[in-house]
């Protein structure tokens, strides 16, 4: 049988129950069509982090971003809500921001200088006073769906998705008492790594491989004790860690993936977020945020976790680049999943396959 993804023909992939569930088929890990098909019918309809609430703290704060092609702007009211806007004017297109900026009084288009409040509505448009039928008061920006939660940011730009609560729902009861806001942001780096997003997601989610790529993680955090459960936008692996010194303390490990592509990699007293993001069929960009509690050792604790998490995310990335070039060998038939230890890949894939509208 034959399906049709976006305009694409591509065997169809049926979401069948765990313990009968093979590998996704190979199209969506290579296919030059396949970006764009996600970027429609994943990435414009769900749920995008962008930034941290901090980071706009004050009105006329704003963050510019790009969501899947779609420029975006985020700003601060002078009320302390958050709304977001394409960053596209309603004249031709030009940009309101070119970057991230601070205490914006209004919003002034960068090509003929139209002139929106932080509300985005059109406030002043010069020398259209010709233009028959023309009143600005009529024009405002197209708005998006924003949230705030645990003092990240995050934006819609479809209308369909359930509201960020849904999505969310049952973290902050299970991470209980950690609170993400009060940690303070200490690094950031990002790798662009050749491999398809997709691959780099699935290695995240189980912990199938730990024993064979990550030999030295694998003596900090219990295998044996390593468990996973699912919800319907996110999975949630975990384990108890101990003996990792500095880096991770001791206590239990939160993974969280929230489809489609972000991670909150928590610990007592520290957080990672990881945001991955496709550059391309055979490649993708992981950002890696760092926030830590305030406490006495941080400053150690922040060297020896991020040396620690390089090595781990070097063991990752060079058996994903493995998978990657196995994928595009065209060699390959999608592989039977392990009930036990594959049911977070099997999750994401299901999502995925509802996505293309295979499921
Ligand atoms: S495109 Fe914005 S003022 Fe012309
Ligand atoms: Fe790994």
Redesign the pocket.
Known sequence: MTVRAGGHAASADPALPLTQARALVVEPYVHPDWAAIEQARVFRQSWQLVGSAAEIAGPGDHLAREIAGVPVLVVRQPNGSVQAFHNVCRHRAGPLAACDGKGARALRCRYHGWLYGLDGRLKVAAEMDDAEGFTAAELALEPVRVGVWQGFVFVCLGADAPPLEEILDGIEARMAPTQLAPMAHRRHWRDEIACNWKVYID??LEGY??PF??PD?ARVVSYAEYNSTLAPWYSLQYAPVSGAGDAYGAGEALYYFVYPNFMLNIMPGRLQVNVVTPLGPDRCAVDFDFYYLDQDDVQARVEADLTFTAQ?QQ??VA?CLQVQKALASGVYRPGRLSPRREAGVWHFQNLLRRAYGWA
């Open positions: 290695n995240y491989h730990l790529v990550h993680l781990i063991e990752d058996i």
